[in-house]
């Protein structure tokens, strides 16, 4: 074989290469798309289930119910999310809002905010009268647009979760999701 037919040689299977690695690459992110598009999907079939289950739960309520289960459900993002962003607050709110949708735990905000040792705040033994003004402001103004379907919620299955520095007995029975800034969460 000549030089220059080497050269030609060695060109055509670098092309024949950079062919075959822009075919891997458009085949790959052609199913990394549609993988994504599934879960796309997915995620806004999720967020469409929790705001229909918001808007069952308010159903039938009077404005002093919801209005208390408003109060209810802004102690338990201040007392247990006061200090972290929205998202870490929306998470807590909807593990309450989805123990209230399961038939384990009690159909109201309140009896499940309250329901014997399920957070911490409520059996510290501390004052339940939140004390920053600014963060409980934010608490209130979250749960009633919660409660109003006027932000969309994170479509988290989670029923439970700790804070990162604690493990608690329960944590090998369910389901890890995943973690939101300082808190675990799980899945019965």
């Known amino acids: ?63 002093a119910e919801i209005a208390k289960e408003e109060e209810c459900l802004a102690k338990n993002i201040y007392f247990e999310a006061r200090n ?25 905000i309140c009896r499940v905010v309250w329901q014997d040792k399920q957070f911490a705040w409520t059996h510290d033994g501390k004052s339940d009268n939140p004390k920053e003004k600014a963060a409980w402001l934010k608490a209130q103004a979250l749960a009633k647009a919660i409660l109003n379907n006027e932000i969309p919620l994170l479509g988290l299955e989670a029923t439970h979760y700790h804070a990162k520095e604690i493990l608690p007995w329960w944590h090998k029975y369910y389901t890890k999701l995943g973690s939101i800034e300082d808190h675990v969460f799980y899945r019965m």
Not at 29 to 49: F, G, H, P, S, Y
Request: glycine share 4%.
């Open 84 to 108: 972290q962003s929205t998202d870490g607050q929306l998470a807590v709110a909807e593990v309450t809002l989805n123990r209230v949708a399961s038939t384990k735990f009690p159909d109201s």
């Open 1 to 63: 074989m000549t030089a220059r037919m080497a050269k030609i040689v060695m060109a055509v299977i670098t092309i024949v290469a950079v062919l075959f690695s822009i075919y891997l690459l458009i085949g790959y992110n052609k199913a990394v798309a549609e993988r994504m598009a599934a879960t796309n999907e997915m995620l806004v079939a999720l967020e469409e289930d929790m705001n229909g289950l918001v808007e069952d739960f308010v159903q039938g309520l009077s404005e």
